[in-house]
């Protein structure tokens, strides 16, 4: 069965708060299998004999909304999208301080091609690479703002369709779905 990695966007922040255990309850009840869930920000990993990831995706939107009352968008990728990320090693040349933070913002629909200015980015970051499901930005927080520059610029070209993670979460979807 294809196993998936489910990016929710805008949980845990405010009144939109999702339990993990709950969330693995609801998921399972309705039928996905091997449900997993890594970190609390969103990050769930199931099975599902689904392969139309789109298809997949709305299903898991229903079910969260009628279980939560909210609406959860939901950035699907199968666990090949993902090896096929982590294999293009998008950040090998970023020089990684204390200070440094990578992140990849999935996207549901492919990026236009983004301002001049956003793809320059600014003091506090900068965009590695913008692919049709995604694109690889590093952060410096060190920076005003760095993180919360980032999120608006992007928030505000790609509206939000797109939800971000650091770097390390991926690699940590990556390991959890090759069973390492």
Known sequence: MPEYAAFLRGINLGKRSIKMADLRQVLTAA?????????ASGNVLLASPQAAAAVLGAELEAVM???????VPVLLR???EIAALVESAPFENVA???DTRR????LAQP???LPQALQEGDESFRILQVQPGHIACVVQVNASRGTLNLM???D????????TRNWNTVLKVHAALQGT
Do not use: M, N, P
Request: net charge negative.
């Open 78 to 80: 199968s666990a090949a």
């Open 31 to 39: 039928g996905y299998a091997d449900v997993r869930t890594l970190l």
């Open 156 to 163: 505000k070209h790609l509206g939000t369709g797109i939800t």
């Open 65 to 71: 909304r009628a279980a939560f009352g909210f609406d």
């Open 111 to 113: 990026a236009q091609e």
């Open 152 to 154: 608006d610029a992007l």
């Open 103 to 106: 992140y990849i913002s999935f």
């Open 96 to 98: 990684v301080d204390k």
